[in-house]
């Protein structure tokens, strides 16, 4: 499903480190275009049930329409994002065997992918705080639960499928939080509004100053973010569908993934983290 047209923020976005965090729809067997519900809306012109192909998907396991996925009516194949699960679940944990050849493996291997997801959408997380110096007196705490969650993404996938990622996720969170809180004591601006949760639908936020705010599971869809200073904010689990970020700054804004950004609109003048990509669809 990826948009693997984007051009790079940077020149080099995986100078990062997280390669293995990013999806590789090549050395994946299509496995968010059948494991996954599509209901039919904006983002999807069908409904499909988990576990079926989406009638897109060509028997290379590659997608038919592309580049063509916004004007056939999947803007949401757009959007999604595995972090590498799905190479993973592919080449390891089945060891190269597809559902196709192995039907006999295509349950499990649909109910590991989403697990798996959401071990890799954990390693993005924890990869970014260790690489954070503000939060170096968590460096030890978040190494080990890096280490933990990487071990865990090699289980077998009865293993996987077993696991409880509910719990290991709330372990991670905590950690998360509190990195959150460390980074951003060193933003420069004196009141930091808490903006954790909240409904901003819509919200005219035009150049607001976000600078070190806590923006944690916002919902921003179709907010005005134009020229907004998203520096150092917590944006983790934000909601930015159709918010609109042109111009916005988004340098050292933590926690964003480039599936949030894919949904939302910008142009070249946002500024990105580095670790991330400007989607082609924004304004050029
Ligand atoms: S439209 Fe293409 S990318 Fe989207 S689910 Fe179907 S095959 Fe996958």
Redesign the pocket.
Known sequence: ??DTDRAPATDDPDSTGRAGLRSDCGNCF?L???A?T?TRSAD???N?DAGK??????DDF?????TR?RS?G?P???V?DCFGAGQKVSGETFGGQDWRTAPESAQRMFEVFPVMRQLHELLWYLTEAAELAPARPLHDEIGRILDETERLTHLDADALAELDVAAHRDDVAAVLARTSELVRATAPRKKKRDHRGADLIGARLKGADLRGGDLRGACLIAADLTGADLRLADLIGADFRDAQLSGADLTGALFLTQAQLNAARGDTATRLPVSLSRPSHWER
């Open positions: 499903m990826p299509g968010c275009c059948v996954l599509l999807f012109a069908i499909k192909p989406c009638r897109n998907l060509q590659r997608c038919g329409i592309h996925l056939e999947f949401g194949c757009t999604y």
